[in-house]
């Protein structure tokens, strides 16, 4: 699983020929396009609670044409005395494997949705998007890219009951019949990042090694923290700016806001929609990076840079430009001592899960037609395998707002309530006192 979070190679594997805007396999027309209403669980690998169970789905076509093919992009839930998103596997001959870790015994359903069908969820954005648009790379004209009906959110089955049985595991109360793996490579991460939901309580499956308040009382607060990213960063700062974090540990807490590029305060409402006919400009990320590490704050051993590139990616770029500008970011962190005078520590936080399904109607709009669960998901498995390979440590959210059954917030496609993320705030909080670290094996 953990191997399997950053090998964006094996995402993009059944759809390597695919990404291209407007391109289509021969026998890969609308014809073969997966029914999930006739798609069904093939298979059932329960095993007792601590060891990983398995659910296997067959695809088929709206005609009942059993499918060979990958290609579809599937979000598979499973409910019960957990609640767990499990992790699914394209076998690219027409069946997906689930799989999921359940530590509590007891009756589960599974929630399967079928969200996109032969490759749609990965394509790229014509080269003219960003021409086409403003300068972040959005408000595209309605009905350019001619008729969308790519976002499919059908139930499998047609929403058919689906159960089954977690029987406890009589050998051991924990996790049980792992072996050990020895990892060709590892990354540091502040926690391993996977865990369950559990009486709506995120509950790790290596638990962090502390509490959120402390009650101590710290005579010397050091360093800032700064974080970097769009709205999801705001908000990660505004709820920390009541915790030991801000109040106790640091001396102060910053900010940065950015959609592609940054939004500057003042003029953050013009800076959304103002136009230009540039492509995407790297550099101006790339500066706006540089300038955070130079200020006199980031100079001091004990701050720390918090940062992500996230959602508003893989909504304007192709992945192979999101590829080269977060090499060229790492290229900024790893200089960043003797190029631009910074010793502050720098942790790199993944993106979150969306809920596509909220959109107001129409679900296919124009704008928002590359803003796709599976396109997030590629994108932050590159960004987290190379961060972790050039030794940046991460703060891997991504599976515990995937697994996060009540989704984000009402009428809303990206946010969710601040309490979702408090067990990484307590990682964070962890991290910044003890340095502690969690080796976590990646491709």
């Not at 490759?119 to 300068?135: A, K, Y």
């Not at 909504?315 to 631009?340: A, C, P, Y």
């Not at 009402?410 to 670290?437: C, P, Q, R, W």
Request: charged fraction near 20%; include cysteine.
């Amino acid at each position: 699983m953990h191997r399997a979070r950053t090998d964006w190679q094996a995402m993009l594997k059944p759809c390597s020929d695919q990404m291209a805007w407007g391109s289509l396999k021969s026998g890969w027309g609308k014809v073969n396009r997966t029914s999930a209403r006739r798609s069904y669980v093939i298979y059932k690998d329960i095993q007792p609670s601590g060891q990983f169970s398995r659910i296997f789905i067959q695809t088929r076509t709206a005609g009942g044409q059993e499918k060979t093919i990958g290609g579809d992009f599937w979000r598979v839930f499973l409910t019960g005395p957990a609640n767990i998103s499990a992790s699914v596997f394209d076998h690219e001959n027409g069946t997906y494997e689930a799989i999921a870790l359940l530590l509590e015994p007891g009756n589960y359903s599974v929630l399967a949705f079928l969200d996109y069908t032969l490759c749609d969820g990965l394509r790229d954005p014509p080269e003219t998007w960003f021409r086409i648009g403003n300068r972040q790379g959005k408000q595209q004209r309605e009905g350019i890219l001619g008729f969308l009906d790519h976002f499919i959110y059908e139930p499998l089955s047609g929403g058919e009951i689906i159960t089954f049985e977690v029987s406890p595991n009589k050998s051991s109360s924990g996790i049980d019949g792992l072996p050990n793996i020895t990892c060709a490579q590892s990354c540091r991460s502040l926690w391993n990042g996977f865990g369950r939901w559990k009486n709506n309580v995120w509950s790790p499956y290596i638990p962090v090694a502390s509490h959120l308040s402390t009650g101590e009382n710290r005579t010397a607060r050091r360093g800032t923290l700064w974080l970097f990213g769009d709205s999801l960063a705001v908000r990660f700062h505004i709820s920390l700016s009541t915790k030991p974090l801000c109040r106790q540990i640091f001396e102060q807490c910053r900010r940065s806001y950015n959609w592609l590029y940054p939004l500057p305060g003042e003029n953050e409402a013009l800076e959304k929609l103002r136009n230009d006919d540039l492509d995407f400009q790297p550099t101006i990320i790339l500066d706006s990076i540089r300038d955070v590490l130079r200020d006199r704050l980031m100079k001091d051993p004990h701050s720390l840079l918090l940062l992500n590139l996230g959602l508003h990616y893989p909504i304007s770029l192709n992945f192979t430009t999101f590829q080269k500008l977060i090499d060229d970011v790492i290229q900024v962190l790893i200089m960043r001592e003797k190029g631009l005078g910074s010793h502050a520590r720098v942790v790199w936080k993944t993106t979150t899960s969306i809920r596509k399904e909220n959109t107001k109607p129409p679900r296919n709009a124009t704008g928002w037609r590359f803003f796709t669960e599976e396109r997030i998901r590629l994108f932050d498995a590159y960004a987290m395998s190379a961060m972790c390979k050039a030794g940046i440590e991460v703060l891997d959210v991504f599976p515990l707002t995937a697994s996060y059954l009540k989704g984000t917030l009402e009428s809303d496609i990206v946010h969710y309530s601040n309490g979702v993320f408090m067990t990484a705030e307590m990682a964070l909080e962890t991290y910044v006192k003890t340095g502690a670290t969690t080796r976590v094996c990646i491709k």
